[in-house]
C-alpha cells in the first residue's frame, strides 16, 4: 500500500486548504479511514475518521465544524476540505486507515500563520 498526501501550504488564519490522499494497492472505500496531523513532539492524533459502510464521519472536537472528509470512490482517494483555519492547526497532515495503519506517506505540511 502507498499513500500520497498532497495540498498542503502556507496560509493565512481564517483561510482554506484541500487537502488530498492518494492510494495504491488498496481499495479506500474498503476500509475505515482518517486524516491525522502531527506536530514536533507529539504523537499523530485523528482529527477526521469516515466509516468505511454508510460513509459515516467523525471529527476531533478541535476541528468540528472547519474541516470535512470525504472520499471520491471512482479516484480511490480521500480528501480534507479545511475552512477557517487556525493557527493551532499547523501540523504535517497525513491520511491512513483507522485499525492498524498502513505504511505512512510522506504527509503534507499545513503552516497557518500571518
Known amino acids: 500500500v502507498q499513500l500520497v498526501e498532497s495540498g498542503g501550504g502556507l496560509v493565512q488564519p481564517g483561510g482554506s486548504l484541500r487537502l488530498s490522499c492518494a492510494a495504491s494497492?488498496?481499495?479506500?472505500?474498503?476500509?475505515?479511514v482518517g486524516w491525522l496531523r502531527q506536530t514536533p513532539g507529539k504523537e499523530r492524533e485523528f482529527v477526521a475518521t469516515?466509516?468505511?459502510?454508510?460513509?459515516?464521519?467523525s471529527y476531533a472536537d478541535s476541528v468540528k465544524g472547519r474541516l470535512t472528509i470525504s472520499r471520491d470512490n471512482a479516484k480511490n482517494m480521500v480528501y480534507l476540505q479545511m475552512n477557517g483555519l487556525k493557527p493551532e492547526d499547523t501540523a504535517v497532515y497525513y491520511c491512513?486507515?483507522?485499525?492498524?495503519?498502513?505504511?505512512w506517506g510522506q504527509g503534507t505540511q499545513v503552516t497557518v500563520s500571518t
Open positions: 491512513n486507515r483507522v485499525e492498524r495503519s498502513w505504511d
Open positions: 469516515m466509516k468505511r459502510s454508510e460513509e459515516t464521519t
Open positions: 494497492g488498496v481499495t479506500l472505500s474498503s476500509y475505515d
